[in-house]
């Protein structure tokens, strides 16, 4: 009885990378929408701290309108408290699409080009793997810095106290760092937001040609299987698919 290799194909374990990549990006993309969105309810809870801080200058009941500024700012920490979770859950997606992009490239190096189909699928796959691991490691940084200044907003925002309220300039200071801090906070998110999107695309477009590559490299060992003793042609897949751009 003929001894049946377990061995997978590199091909197909470049396949499972791939796949493990798009799945990692579309999970960070996610999380960067959260991400975005909390930021915004950020900034609409500092507004709504600066209206109070403008009326308390404006009005007689000026205490009043300085502890509904100090409430805002305390809702404005509650916003922030959010992200660091966020930000740590991001980091890990992007950090496994990373490692997967880095396994998909060390597996399509190793792999035996010389069927030309399959030569084909690898020569289209390897640089849109290479693209994709490069927006992926810029996205990284942007994410980090954006929780910085996501935390710098929320520990300008705990530096009004209750006896900080008799003293106006300290709550308009506080304002003024927190805002400065998520407006960067925001802009690093819209750019995260962008990156994160050609992340994406490059991780969509890398899974139609890994399928095809699959498929083909299934079709090869269903034939090796059906004719162990056949000619070596008869393990090259149908015709189509990434056959077609065989020179």
Same mark, same amino acid.
């Given at each position: 009885?003929?001894?049946?290799?377990?061995?997978?194909?590199?091909?197909?374990?470049?396949?499972?990378?791939?796949?493990?990549?798009?799945?990692?990006?579309?999970?960070?993309?996610?999380?960067?929408?959260?991400?975005?969105?909390?930021?915004?309810?950020?900034?609409?809870?500092?507004?709504?701290?600066?209206?109070?801080?403008?009326?308390?200058?404006?009005?007689?009941?000026?205490?009043?309108?300085?502890?509904?500024?100090?409430?805002?700012?305390?809702?404005?920490?509650?916003?922030?408290?959010?992200?660091?979770?966020? +930000?740590?859950?991001?980091?890990?997606?992007? !950090?496994? &699409?990373?490692?997967?992009? %880095?396994? =998909? /490239? @060390? $597996?399509?190096?190793?792999?035996?080009?010389?069927?030309?189909?399959?030569?084909?699928?690898?020569?289209?796959?390897?640089?849109?793997?290479?693209?994709?691991?490069?927006?992926?490691?810029?996205?990284?940084?942007?994410?980090?810095?954006?929780?910085?200044?996501?935390?710098?907003?929320?520990?300008?925002?705990?530096?009004?106290?209750?006896?900080?309220?008799?003293?106006?300039?300290?709550?308009?200071?506080?304002?003024?760092?927190?805002?400065?801090?998520?407006?960067?906070?925001?802009?690093?998110?819209?750019?995260?937001?962008?990156?994160?999107?050609?992340? +994406?695309?490059?991780?969509?477009?890398?899974? !139609?040609? &890994?399928?095809?590559?699959? %498929?083909? =490299? /299934? @079709? $090869?060992?269903?034939?090796?299987?059906?004719?162990?003793?056949?000619?070596?042609?008869?393990?090259?897949?149908?015709?189509?698919?990434?056959?077609?751009?065989?020179?």
């Amino acid at each position: 009885m003929p001894v049946v290799t377990t061995s997978v194909p590199r091909e197909l374990e470049a396949v499972d990378a791939v796949f493990a990549a798009e799945q990692a990006v579309q999970r960070a993309r996610r999380v960067v929408e959260e991400f975005g969105e909390v930021v915004t309810s950020a900034l609409r809870v500092l507004d709504d701290a600066e209206l109070d801080s403008a009326k308390s200058r404006l009005s007689d009941r000026g205490g009043f309108y300085l502890e509904a500024a100090a409430e805002h700012l305390g809702r404005l920490q509650t916003r922030c408290n959010e992200l660091p979770n966020l +930000a740590t859950e991001l980091d890990t997606h992007l !950090g496994r &699409a990373a490692a997967a992009v %880095d396994e =998909a /490239r @060390a $597996r399509l190096a190793d792999v035996d080009t010389s069927d030309p189909a399959l030569a084909a699928g690898v020569e289209q796959l390897q640089p849109r793997v290479a693209i994709l691991g490069e927006v992926v490691n810029l996205a990284r940084p942007i994410a980090r810095l954006a929780s910085e200044h996501v935390e710098s907003a929320r520990q300008a925002s705990r530096e009004v106290t209750a006896p900080g309220l008799l003293e106006p300039q300290t709550l308009e200071r506080s304002l003024r760092a927190a805002g400065s801090q998520l407006d960067r906070a925001d802009e690093d998110v819209r750019l995260l937001e962008t990156v994160v999107e050609r992340a +994406a695309s490059q991780a969509h477009e890398s899974v !139609g040609i &890994a399928t095809e590559i699959s %498929d083909n =490299a /299934r @079709a $090869r060992m269903d034939a090796h299987r059906d004719h162990p003793g056949g000619h070596p042609a008869s393990h090259s897949p149908a015709a189509g698919g990434l056959s077609a751009d065989t020179r």
